[in-house]
Every structure is written in structure tokens, then in C-alpha cells.
């Protein structure tokens, strides 16, 4: 088998001219050359790579075969100094919250004091970054502080989302084109990175969302995967997933053989006891944490996830393709998401044309009386779902959706690329069927906008 990808690092920073990230996105057409571009093919290189170093590991040691996994807090995993910096860098931010208590004055959405948190880590961040990072980056300052504030939530709309997860991973990728993070070992720093930084950063969030009550940002509402977060499912599903060596190819199906089962995540006992080691049931546990009632019915998504048969491999490769779909390729959550010279607004070379369909066609237009533009949608007109031009937050990479559980009407909650159709429990607690919004589910779509990739 051949190298898998890794993210370029830059060759040098002496002569490197950094540039202050700006706003590129303004509406659809610019979503379609954002998925062909060189920053695009970076994001996605990154998350790769942090995905399969999580990947539990085989290794033939006298003849036997033993398997090596990476759960958090795990043994095995030791933090190199770079790690370590920023762990607590973001240690120090977890701190700061409690140092700005919430407003105990009314209010309707989320707490304002929010504002005075962000503000305090705005005016600080060069301090904070110089604090904690070598002083030969120091003229990175420009690029890596838009990308790290940018991560914890907006202060204007005092929301947090999936593409402020986005902004983390795009400080940490550029931390890794800057050459912070060692990369001598395949994995290693990858593995530290995702266990270490990442799942701390998470902390830091899922603190900010308690203590400030913010609003999910641009949220699908029941109908998407989870209001704030997507990539802890991502290299959750990774941690579980059939063991590897270092030159297999990321295994598309099975488990682990002590894996727990996908069901797991409806029962809250079973996620109380796998939250500590498992990024996904971390996640999961956050969603018992702040919403009340029976699973199925607030989080329906990923009840119908819990239902595949065919492992955490599965899973985690409907993730992958999920995340493209959901959020690279969605104007509402990528439209902030800003360009400088480490995540460049330029065509990569290599790059396939971003293949058709219907929500990359009805994306929102910076003209919309234009006549001759097909499709053409008012910007900010999206369906009551909440998502451009799509019907559904039905992952539309995936086969059509099986027929619907007992107790939905004219749809499913299905994520399509379940095989196995999961039913719903009975309804109960006053819940009305017919108030469900129906979800058809959309034809699928293939791998992406470059096909090599998965």
C-alpha cells in the first residue's frame, strides 16, 4: 500500500508573507469553488489524518497478534511539549470562564456575559499566543488568533456550531503547516493532538455552552445530527473501529470484538460508563447532559445510527461523508469560515469539480433577481429546516432512507446510509406525530468533490 496523505508543512517561515484571514464566501457559487480549492483539500487532509491515527492498531509480536487502542486518558499516549502548550493555553481559557459569571438578569437567548468572556480573550490573544507558542511564530500571530478565537462561539450572536469547530481545526492544521507539532512518527502527534488538545477543547465549549447557555448556531434543529458538535462522532467512531497496521487501508465496517454496541448510546447508563473513554459516547453524554426527555425523540439522527449492525467501521465512514455534506459543503456553516495564506482562496490543481445536486444547486445567490442564474434563492432563504436548498438533513451521500418507523408521518429520521432501519419506541409524553416535518430522503451522492478521496 502506498503513504497515506498528511498535511504539507511549509518549507520555511523565513520570507513567508502571513495575511490576515478575510471572509471569501458570500454565496453558493463561492461554496462550489470552496470544495475545489486548495484550502478545502487541506481541511479534509487533516481530518483524515487525525481520524486514522485514532484507529486502534495491530502488531505481530512473537507470532501473536496484539491490539493496541487509544481511548482517552489512554496510557499509551504520552503529551510532547507542543501538545502540552496548548493544552494549557486552553486550560487557562476553561479557567477564565470562571472568572466571568453569568448575567442573572432576563433574558430571552443566550447569557451576555458571554460577550464580556470573548472580549476578554480578544484582547488578550496575542499575550495568550506569545505565552504559550515559540517566538519564531510570532508573525503567524495574524493568521493563528482570527482561527482560535473564531472557535469558541460568536459573541454578536451568542451561538456556538459546528463551523466554530471548524475554526479549532483550522488553527490546529495551521500549527501543523507551521511545523509546531513533531511529525516523526506516522500518527503519534496526530493521536496527542485529537486525545489531548482536541477532546480538551471540547470541555472548553461544552463549559462556555453551560455556563452562557449558547444558542446552537444555525441549528437543524431535531433534524440534525447534534446542535453544536460533529467531529467528536467522527474519531469516536475512529476509537472503535476494527484494529489496523500502519499500511491497511481504514477498515469500512466491523469493530473492535469488546467494542460496546451502537445501541449503547440509547441507554444513559451504558453512555455514563463509556463516556471517559470514547469520544462518541463523550458527546452523547452532553446531549443527556442539557436535553431532557426520551433519546429517540431529541436526538432522532443518531437513534437511527445506533441502529447499524455492521460496526463502528460503518459508522465512522458514514461520518466522514456526513461531515463533507453537512458542513464543508453547507453555505450557512462554511460561509464565515475565513481565507488567508496558510488556508489559501485558491483552486487546487488537482481538484474534481464538485459533482451536482439539489442543494448544491439551490444554494443561496449574491443576485438573486437574476433570471438567467437557475435555482436562484434569496440569501438567508433556507428551508424551515434550517439547511440550504436541501429538504432534509437526511445525509444525501447515502442510500435512500428505508420505509418510515412506526409513529413519523410521510418521512424518517433515518440517517440513509443505515442499512438497517431502526423503529422508533411508541410515542409518548403528549408527542403529536403529524407534527413532525416530513424528511424524505434524498438520492445518493458519491464520495465528494475529489473522488480519490473517501
Excluded at 523565513?14 to 453558493?28: A, Q, S, T, W
Aim: aromatic share 10%; net charge neutral.
Amino acid at each position: 500500500m502506498g503513504e497515506f496523505p498528511v498535511l504539507d508543512r511549509l518549507d520555511g517561515l523565513e520570507g513567508h508573507v502571513f495575511e490576515k484571514p478575510v471572509k471569501r464566501i458570500h454565496d453558493g457559487t463561492d461554496v462550489t469553488f470552496f470544495l475545489t480549492s486548495t484550502a478545502y483539500r487541506d481541511i479534509m487532509t487533516f481530518i483524515l489524518q487525525l481520524n486514522r491515527s485514532v484507529l486502534p492498531r495491530k502488531h505481530d509480536v512473537d507470532g501473536a497478534i496484539k491490539t493496541t487502542t487509544w481511548p482517552l486518558q489512554s496510557k499509551d499516549v504520552t503529551f510532547s511539549f507542543p501538545i502540552q502548550s496548548i493544552r494549557a493555553l486552553l486550560n487557562k481559557l476553561i479557567d477564565l470562564v470562571d472568572e466571568v459569571p453569568p448575567d442573572t438578569g432576563p433574558r430571552r437567548f443566550g447569557n451576555i456575559s458571554f460577550r464580556r468572556w470573548s472580549k476578554l480573550v480578544e484582547d488578550q490573544i496575542d499575550d495568550l499566543l506569545a505565552e504559550y507558542l515559540p517566538e519564531e511564530l510570532n508573525s503567524a500571530f495574524v493568521e493563528l488568533g482570527p482561527y482560535l478565537l473564531g472557535s469558541f462561539g460568536s459573541p454578536q450572536r451568542l451561538d456556538y456550531g459546528t463551523g466554530h469547530e471548524l475554526s479549532f481545526i483550522a488553527f490546529l492544521a495551521c500549527l501543523w503547516k507551521l511545523g509546531f507539532f513533531s511529525g516523526a512518527q506516522p500518527g503519534v502527534e496526530e493521536r496527542s493532538i485529537v486525545l489531548g488538545i482536541f477532546e480538551l477543547y471540547l470541555s472548553l465549549v461544552r463549559k462556555l455552552i453551560k455556563t452562557y447557555t449558547l444558542e446552537p448556531a444555525g441549528s437543524h434543529g431535531v433534524w440534525g445530527l447534534d446542535d453544536n458538535s460533529f467531529l467528536p462522532y467522527v474519531f469516536g467512531s475512529a476509537q472503535l473501529a476494527p484494529a489496523i497496521t500502519e499500511t491497511d487501508e481504514t477498515p469500512i465496517e466491523g469493530s473492535l470484538p469488546d467494542a460496546p454496541d451502537s445501541s449503547s448510546v440509547t441507554k444513559a447508563n451504558l453512555v455514563d460508563k463509556e463516556k471517559d473513554s470514547n469520544m462518541y459516547f463523550s458527546a452523547i453524554a452532553f446531549i443527556y447532559d442539557v436535553k431532557r426527555g426520551p433519546f429517540w425523540e431529541h436526538s432522532p439522527m443518531l437513534f437511527d445510527i445506533s441502529g447499524i449492525k455492521d460496526g463502528w467501521g460503518k459508522i465512522n465512514k458514514g461520518m466522514i461523508k456526513m461531515y463533507n455534506a453537512e458542513v464543508l459543503s453547507k453555505f450557512p456553516v462554511v460561509q464565515h469560515f475565513p481565507f488567508g495564506s496558510l488556508f489559501r482562496w485558491e483552486k487546487d490543481p488537482n481538484a474534481k469539480p464538485p459533482p451536482s445536486s439539489t442543494h448544491a444547486s439551490s444554494q443561496p445567490l449574491r443576485h438573486p433577481t437574476d433570471t438567467h442564474a437557475p435555482s436562484a434563492v434569496r440569501p438567508g432563504a433556507y428551508p424551515s429546516n434550517g439547511l440550504a436548498g436541501s429538504p432534509s438533513t437526511a445525509a444525501p451521500w447515502a442510500r435512500p432512507a428505508a420505509q418510515a418507523p412506526a409513529g413519523f408521518v410521510n418521512g424518517v429520521t433515518q440517517a440513509p446510509w443505515a442499512s438497517q432501519s431502526r423503529a422508533a419506541p411508541p410515542p409518548r409524553g403528549g408527542f403529536v406525530p403529524s407534527q413532525r416535518r416530513p424528511m424524505p430522503a434524498l438520492n445518493e451522492l458519491s464520495r465528494g468533490p475529489n473522488s480519490s478521496r473517501p
